[in-house]
């Protein structure tokens, strides 16, 4: 088997494998299940449970990592990265829609969906995806696509981890000669803006997707303040300056346009502690069909209310939306706006009243949406594996999790249950 040390956290000591073939893999699937112990699959590291804290065992696929590219059929380990895969297909001229971030893990993004710069072009990343290599909770390494085991992967696309470990992803990758980002500081009425944004994207070419973010400075992961960034799929900024200039022309709006490389505009961030917890969040994520005045109103309110909170949304349509609703297990395909709002719980910086308020705040806005993106919900509250999938889909998934994973084994994620 792979390397395998041992890793304590809190009381509870866990096993990690870091896996160098798909025997690893097998092997270490198969002793989770005999000994029945957690099992945490780990690919980029990003997710909430890739903590050691959990006792069982941690399954470490990096070494799994190579992404080869034939014309455009481009098959990616497990255990790679978004900016692995990135960095060797701009090599050939090519994409594949992916996540915002380098240093998250193609497999996580993958089997949740997947949203990301491209998801109006090419839709999700799970949308791209041809085929895959599963090791199932018995051990047994099968190939499938939409000809050979459909149903486990109608499965993958969207379900989640809940049905084995994916050792290699197939992708169809797009020709991307170059694109045309823009960023742009609001200085002024976020709800103007929101509101010019869109109405501009009900319009729009799918060339363009726009994202909106609002952050405290104790982020790190983003500028401070309200900022509007939009990309255009293909090295055409004239187009883009002409397409955003309803937003971009408001007094209080100051846009920058560049064409980077599509690898450079994925931000990078530093994984997660895997000894220690991630800091509390009060809020949630949604799929919303429309982006209403009432919804604006919300968000600019909730965000000025609370110092420590956060307002993230991408627009959607396009590509995402030309997928049948049966045709994966991702849910709310009619959606047209993904939406994240909630506040940092950190001791000390916020008390119980703020908890209160942040708590019910979000609840107000989350009434409105279509399902939860699961990939952006950070917790394991099994009460709520039904926000993320439709209700047939749901059943769905669960007469195919009493197939491929009759005991349980792959129980380490939103699980859909047995």
């Known amino acids: ?10 009381n509870r000591t866990t096993e990690v494998i ?10 270490a699937v198969v002793q989770a299940a005999a000994e029945a112990v957690p099992l945490v699959v780990v690919g980029g590291g990003h997710s909430v449970w890739a903590r050691t804290d ?42 594949i829609s992916s996540g915002d971030t380098s240093t998250v893990g193609v497999g996580g993004l993958t089997t949740g969906g997947g949203i990301g710069w491209m998801v109006r072009m090419w839709g999700l990343a799970a949308d791209q995806l041809i085929g895959a290599q599963v090791v199932t909770a ?18 993958l696309r969207g379900g989640g981890g809940n049905f084995g470990v994916v050792t290699r992803f197939d992708f169809q990758a797009h020709p991307l000669p170059g694109i045309a980002f823009a960023e742009g500081v609001i200085d002024g009425d976020a709800a103007e803006v929101l509101r010019a944004t869109r109405d501009l994207m009900e319009g729009a070419p799918r060339q363009l997707t726009v994202t909106y973010t609002d952050v405290p400075p104790m982020d790190p992961s983003a500028p401070a303040g309200a900022r509007l960034s939009a990309v255009w799929a293909g090295p055409e900024p004239e187009r883009l300056r002409a397409v955003l200039a309803p ?70 349509g396009g590509a995402f939306a030309d997928v049948a609703q049966d045709d994966s297990a991702f849910p709310a395909r009619d959606a ?20 209160t308020a942040l708590a019910r705040e979000w609840a107000a806005i989350a009434a409105g949406r279509r399902a939860q993106y699961a990939n952006f919900a950070d917790q394991e509250r099994h009460e709520d594996v039904p926000t993320l999938f439709d209700g047939a889909a749901l059943t769905r998934l669960r007469a195919l999790k009493r197939t491929w994973d009759p005991t349980n084994v792959f129980r380490r994620n939103h699980n859909i249950g047995a």
């Open 18 to 27: 870091r896996a160098a073939t798909v025997q690893d893999v097998t092997e």
């Open 54 to 95: 959990v006792g069982g065992l941690r399954l470490e696929l990096a070494d799994l990592a190579d992404v080869q590219v034939d014309g455009t059929i481009v098959r990616v380990g497990g255990g790679a990265t978004w900016g692995q895969v990135a960095a060797e297909l701009a090599d050939h001229g090519l994409a």
């Open 247 to 316: 937003v971009a022309e408001l007094s209080d709006v100051t846009v920058e346009i560049t064409t980077p490389a599509y690898r450079d505009i994925l931000m990078e961030m530093p994984a997660p502690d895997a000894e220690s917890a991630p800091p509390g969040f009060i809020g949630g994520n949604g799929l919303f069909r429309e982006l209403d005045d009432a919804l604006i109103d919300q968000l600019v309110a909730f965000r000025q209310a609370h110092p420590a909170s956060v307002v993230f949304l991408r627009s959607l």
């Open 1 to 10: 088997m792979g390397e395998s040390t041992q890793a304590t956290g809190g």
């Open 138 to 155: 018995t051990g047994e390494v099968i190939e499938t696509s939409a000809l050979h085991e459909p149903e486990l992967f109608w499965a």
């Open 336 to 355: 047209n706006w993904f939406v994240l709002a909630g506040g940092f719980d950190i001791p000390g910086l916020i008390d119980d009243a703020e908890r």
